[in-house]
């Protein structure tokens, strides 16, 4: 009999540890399937015909629960074609249309310029630039202060909004 009770006993005892041991597990995949994911080092490649367009390489990306954007830290974009460089501390990308909102500073440079704006919307896909924000361009022989700007990089076209004061320099 009192082996029949030691068996009873293990038997209950090894069920609650593996109901405790499974419970555990189970609460830790549900508590990464409800929490945001994030990659360090991100490195997003646009093509168009087989060329690249542009590529977006961040330090940390957090993505959102339903993954179709990521909040970027340590923000670079390379746009190919336009040889040109934009840094930003932080920005919002959207994975389904490829635009990028950009808060903080932001510094946009190739071998020509540099722009510095800040809450700025990129379209990766057409090129463009738009911000409401102060606008500053410095140049070899020029500088250029705004408020508001609307850059078409794929047709080399920027407008300053209001408030434009240039500065030319022989």
């Known amino acids: 009999m009192s082996k029949k009770l030691l068996f009873v006993g293990l038997s209950i005892a090894a069920l609650a540890l593996f109901g405790l041991v499974r419970t555990e597990k189970g609460g830790k995949l549900d508590l990464q399937a409800k929490g945001d994911s994030f990659f360090e080092g991100l490195k997003i490649v646009n093509r168009k015909n087989g060329t690249t367009d542009w590529v977006i390489l961040a330090k940390r990306a957090d993505m959102t629960r339903d993954g179709k954007e990521a909040l970027l830290t340590g923000v670079e974009m390379k746009l190919e074609n336009q040889g040109m460089t934009v840094k ?3 920005g919002l990308y959207n994975m389904e ?3 990028i909102s950009v808060e903080g500073v932001l510094q946009a440079s190739n071998d020509n310029y540099v722009l510095t704006t800040s809450q700025v919307r990129i379209d990766g896909g057409k090129g463009n630039f738009d911000t409401a924000g102060d606008v500053r361009i410095e140049g070899r022989k020029f500088e250029l202060e ?6 078409e990089n794929n047709n080399h076209k920027v407008r300053i909004l ?3 004061k240039a500065t030319f320099n022989r």
């Open 88 to 90: 930003a501390e932080k």
């Open 146 to 151: 705004g408020k508001g700007m609307q850059a």
């Open 97 to 99: 249309t490829r635009q």
């Open 162 to 164: 209001k408030d434009v």
